[in-house]
T-cell receptor, first 113, second 113 residues
Framework: GQQLNQSPQSMFIQEGEDVSMNCTSS?????WLWYKQDPGEGPVLLIALYKAGELTSNGRLTAQFGITRKDSFLNISASIPSDVGIYFC?????????????FGKGITLSVRP | GAGVSQSPRYKVTKRGQDVALRCDPI?????LYWYRQALGQGPEFLTY????????KSGLPNDRFSAERPEGSISTLTIQRTEQRDSAMYRC???????????FGPGTRLLVL
């Protein structure tokens, strides 16, 4: 099935560093979401974006909805050890009333103390 | 608890057997979703319900997969005549209404031998 493009698959950063993750699609989405998944748990919503160009922050997290509606990025500032996990982007289609989400493959983030 | 719950958390079955996976959504949530997540991948949409009505089943891989939500609350995903390729994490999510935040359960890890 279709998935959004996230790369690289893994990222390794030092505690205190900033990190940015990108997500792209060949299709237009009218909602972009960023989820974090911890081991043994389901994905948890971090940030939701509803409008092209929108820039939204949630604490140390900032995410933007791309102008073309085909991409989004997530930035984590001043990383801490509990930021470790898998970060998924997800999009909701622009067409109709379909509320299903399409996910990327995820980026595994490791933070070195 | 207040979150989405799923049972069983782990299921090991022999090829050819039928399995039934249960999802108990957050109380009052109208919309319920089933996703499948393979190792190293993001969740992939299977089907979703508003109340008891199945709105979209386009993600179900084949006719061995079916889902129901007869009273608009608990849902069951059934896989008949399981095959090894069905092995994956099966996640359920619910939202207050369609297009609102989806809250994910911990998943059922299915292993078909």
């Amino acid at each position: 099935g279709q998935q959004l493009n996230q790369s690289p698959q893994s990222m390794f950063i030092q505690e205190g560093e900033d990190v940015s993750m990108n997500c792209t699609s060949s299709s237009i989405f009218n909602t972009w979401l960023w989820y974090k998944q911890d081991p043994g748990e389901g994905p948890v919503l971090l940030i939701a974006l509803y409008k092209a160009g929108e820039l939204t922050s949630n604490g140390r997290l900032t995410a933007q909805f791309g102008i073309t509606r085909k991409d989004s990025f997530l930035n984590i500032s001043a990383s801490i050890p509990s930021d470790v996990g898998i970060y998924f982007c997800a999009g909701r289609s622009a067409t109709g009333a379909n509320s299903k989400l399409t996910f990327g493959k995820g980026i595994t983030l490791s933070v070195r103390p | 608890g207040a979150g989405v719950s799923q049972s069983p958390r782990y299921k090991v079955t022999k090829r050819g057997q039928d399995v039934a996976l249960r999802c108990d959504p957050i109380s009052g949530h109208v919309s319920l979703y089933w996703y499948r997540q393979a190792l190293g991948q993001g969740p992939e949409f299977l089907t979703y319900f508003n109340y008891e009505a199945q709105q979209d089943k386009s993600g179900l891989p084949n006719d061995r997969f079916s889902a129901e939500r007869p009273e608009g609350s608990i849902s069951t995903l059934t896989i008949q005549r399981t095959e090894q390729r069905d092995s994956a994490m099966y996640r359920c999510a619910s939202s207050f209404t369609a297009r609102e935040t989806q809250y994910f359960g911990p998943g059922t890890r299915l292993l078909v031998l």
